[in-house]
């Protein structure tokens, strides 16, 4: 016969309700009071009305419950005996090249990015079908254009991890901020279009199906500066982005409290604003972004920004600086024939950035020229502020990377830390940055 075991929702008061259901089980004979049960002993036997008689039992016990036996399983279970730990599997959507713009292979995988934590970068399109977000599509709770992007997902970062919990906060929580650590550094080294799908964590069933718990979808996308609306990532993306996360991730450490300490301000800063600038449409409020990201790198003042971003990009030689293309290899398609002009060097670009940047910080209004076309590797038809766009942001994450490959983490601590590294890696403090400037403009014959 089938039994229902209930017990107070009070430990306190075992006798008095309100009741909840505890288990069902099937046995030979109905229980009797004082009874041992799997959960303690039989001190009621409730009459034969709903909700005792609900699901088909044939007598409904309430018991004084053990604690202590709440999480394990009796004997005669009707239910299917849990598992004794839960695959856990956390996916976030990266956008890879499916069109062939890319010269180099695709992506095969899997990929390890940080063998420690069980992240790699794969494949997981075998994972999606068409029922797995079925819940949320059957009562509308995503819009047509969230639900195409949650279907379309192939490779993605990944986090698996067992849990002795189908759900389990601290775990779970831990998943998601690796997951978006390693998107963060990903997009540092090469931002892309994103996906409205950003973190999908779910369970792995032993029949190898992907149970979804939720996701965390992202609204209205705004898109990235011209030469990125190509970009996807690579191999050779991946191989660095393995290279340099652990360092990455530490910039995050966190005190005794699990709060996030206040070391690595600049570096963290810069981050965070390059970041969030791309989920801005308005064009004034994602560039104030970008410029206060590079001043969170190279300082505040704008000659000495200038000459050290020159002295960076240049391995200490502000000319090779100045003559740094902003473009690097596989970032225009062997399809496009760019003309000289539309390859824009930094010499070029830092100087506007400043000029936009100090008309825009002091409320004025931004010359009309900059809004106008200006020569790009994709045609005559792209405005200058983007040009300013792709500038700004090759300067933040080109810098954040090599600061991290040449593990000078710890040189940009803080504020006084950075001023230190710049004066003596470089030898930039206020007055040698205008005097190397004027320098440089002299051995390229530009007015001073």
């Known amino acids: 016969m089938r039994i229902k075991i209930w017990a107070s929702a009070s430990p306190r008061f075992p006798d008095s309700g309100p009741y909840k259901s505890v288990h069902v089980i099937e046995r030979d004979a109905p229980y009797s009071l004082g009874e041992m049960t799997h959960y303690g002993p039989v001190i009621l036997i409730p009459p034969a009305i709903p909700p005792f008689t609900s699901d088909g039992v044939e007598q409904s016990v309430i018991v004084k419950a053990d604690p202590t036996t709440l999480n394990t399983w009796p004997d005669g279970s ?8 839960y695959n856990k599997i956390e996916i976030g959507p990266i956008y890879v090249d499916t069109v062939g713009w890319s010269e180099t292979p695709r992506l ?47 490779f993605a970062i990944v986090h698996r991890h067992s849990s002795p919990q189908e759900r389990d906060t601290e775990l779970d929580k831990h998943s998601s901020e690796l997951i978006d650590s390693a998107a963060t550094c990903l997009a540092l080294i090469r931002p892309t279009r994103k996906s409205r799908a950003r973190r999908i964590p779910g369970v792995m069933r032993a029949d190898g199906t992907f149970d979804p718990h939720g996701f965390t979808a992202q609204g209205e996308l705004a898109d990235v500066p011209e030469i990125q609306k190509l970009f996807a990532v690579r191999e050779q993306d991946i191989s660095l982005l393995t290279s340099v996360l652990p360092e990455f991730i530490q910039l995050y450490q966190k005190d005794d409290d699990g709060k996030v300490m206040d070391d690595y301000e600049p570096l963290r800063m810069a981050v965070q604003l390059y970041g969030e600038a791309y989920a801005l449409s308005y064009w004034k409020a994602r560039h104030i972004l970008w410029w206060s990201a590079i001043e969170a790198l190279y300082g505040n003042n704008e000659d000495v920004a200038m000459a050290r971003i020159y002295a960076l990009f240049g391995n200490k030689n502000l000319v090779d600086g100045y003559k740094c293309p902003i473009y690097e290899k596989g970032d225009i398609p062997s399809c496009y024939f760019p003309s000289p002009e539309s390859l824009h060097k930094l010499g070029e670009m830092v100087p506007l950035i400043y000029s936009v940047r100090n008309a825009s910080a002091h409320g004025q209004k931004v010359p009309d020229i900059h809004f106008g076309p200006v020569p790009h590797p994709f045609g005559p038809d792209v405005a200058s502020l983007e040009t300013l766009a792709e500038a700004a942001t090759f300067i933040v994450r080109k810098t954040v990377i090599e600061i991290l490959k040449r593990k000078w983490r710890d040189e940009f601590k803080d504020r006084d830390a950075r001023e230190h590294f710049w004066l003596y890696q470089y030898g930039l403090d206020k007055h040698q940055s205008k005097k190397r400037l004027r320098e440089m403009k002299d051995l390229l014959g530009l007015p001073l």
């Open 78 to 85: 009707v239910y299917e005996k849990p598992p004794s730990s």
């Open 108 to 154: 095969t995988g899997p990929y390890e990015i940080l063998p420690s934590e069980n992240l790699t970068i794969e494949n997981v399109s075998h994972l999606i079908t068409p029922t797995t977000f079925s819940l949320w599509k059957r009562d509308c709770f995503v819009s047509k254009r969230t639900s195409e992007d949650l279907e379309s997902v192939d």
